[in-house]
Each structure stands twice: as C-alpha cells, then as structure tokens.
C-alpha cells in the first residue's frame, strides 16, 4: 500500500500564483486534513474532511481552499501565494469512527516556496 | 479544544529512560490521548495512544494519571536514533485535531 502520497514534494512559486497540493489516500479512510510547519511553530490546522462532501475549517484557514470530491483525494488549493504560504505542507487521514482515537497517517510533506 | 502544553526542548544521553509530560487541561471525556514522532524532512508517526491509566508497546509507555489533565510517554534507554521531536495530541474528537509545538529530544552519545 502507498498509504498517503503528496504531490509535488517540492514547489516554487511567485507571488500571486495560484496551484494545487495533490493529496491520496489508499486507505479507504474518511477522515483527511492538511497541515502546516514552520520552524518553531509546530504543527497548524488548515482545514479538514470527514468524509466526501464535507470539509470544515481548523486553525489557520485564510488563503487555502479545499474540497473533496472523492474519498480518496483531498487538494488544497492556494488560490493568490503569499510569501507568508512558505511553508512544509502535510496531509493526513485516518478513519472516521473517532478522530481523536485513529491515528493519523501521515503524507511526507510537500515544502512551498513563495518569492 | 484540548489545548496541549509540552517542554521545547528535553536533552538526554544513550541508555536514559527519557519522560516527556504533556498538559491538557480541557481534554474531554470522549478524547483520547496519542503520541507522535517526527524526524526532519518527514512526517510524523504514531507512536501511541491511550485513554486511562497506562499503555505499554514495543517503543514506549504511555502514563495517564486518573484526572487525564496529563500524560507523560516514556522512552526506555532511548538510542542517538530517538532523536527526533515529540508531539502530544489530545482531543479533536470532531475532526479538529490541534497540536501543540511538540518537544525536540536531542540523545547524546
């Protein structure tokens, strides 16, 4: 199983650009989330899914979007970078019964650079 | 949201039993409590989970006094490959899974 796949692993961008971070799952899990890290800050909600059709906001939300169409992808779309989006990128699922019980499966990143 | 709160950093040597705590005050009755490890350039892993009182696997026990407002995992004679950040994760049973800033562990020969 390739569990969690991220797509592109590396990314430059300028500011105003717009892309999407790719993210799968061969798990048939429901529950999906992205993440941000920045040195010294952790780990940062951005928003998550807990099934298809459905996607709440977490922490840090302004200035990503995201939808989920399938069970096993959930994009995150950065519709006008920012220097401030520089950025390693994670995505994670886990199975829906409890989030807070599944462990999450996590993606290895994708690292943004805004210029 | 179980807000959580760890040590920045922690240093040990090769051989030490280390413990990190983990405060989380606002946990609620339905959340668990679960542990991760992370390694540069990768994403975090599992490393365990527990409700009450303690877990034990092959790579650590994790230690959850009867109030739940702690946990403390413990490392038995961690290695230099231990090396890593630690983070606590407690709560988010509807999805919004809030981690804290985790805990860098540095073993030293």
């Known amino acids: 199983n390739a569990g969690v796949t991220q797509t592109p692993k590396f990314q430059v961008l300028k500011t105003g650009q717009s892309m999407t971070l790719q993210c799968a799952q061969d798990m048939n899990h429901e529950y999906m989330s992205w993440y941000r890290q920045d040195p010294g800050m952790g780990l940062r909600l951005i928003h998550y899914?807990?099934?298809?059709?459905?996607?709440d906001q977490g922490e840090v939300p302004n200035g990503y979007n995201v939808s989920r169409s399938t069970t096993e992808d959930f994009p995150l779309r950065l519709l006008s970078a920012a220097p401030s989006q520089t950025s390693v990128y994670f995505c994670?699922?886990?199975?829906?019964?409890?989030?807070?019980?599944?462990?999450?499966?996590f993606g290895n990143g994708t690292r943004l650079t805004v210029t | 949201l179980a807000k959580t709160t760890q040590p920045i950093s922690m240093d040990s040597y090769e051989g030490q039993e280390v413990n990190i705590t983990c405060s989380h005050n606002?946990?609620?009755?339905?959340?668990?409590i679960t542990w991760y490890q992370q390694f540069p350039s990768q994403g975090p892993r599992f490393i365990i989970q527990g409700y009450k009182t303690k877990v034990t696997n092959e790579v650590a026990s994790l230690f959850i006094p009867a109030d739940r407002k702690s946990s403390t995992l413990s490392l038995p004679r961690v290695s230099l490959s231990d090396t890593a950040v630690y983070y606590c994760l407690a709560g988010g049973s509807q999805g919004n899974l809030i981690f804290g800033k985790g805990t860098k562990l540095s073993v030293k020969p």
């Open positions: 606002n946990i609620a009755t339905n959340d668990y």
């Open positions: 994670a699922s886990s199975y829906r019964d409890s989030p807070s019980r599944s462990p999450l499966h």
């Open positions: 899914s807990v099934g298809a059709g459905i996607t």
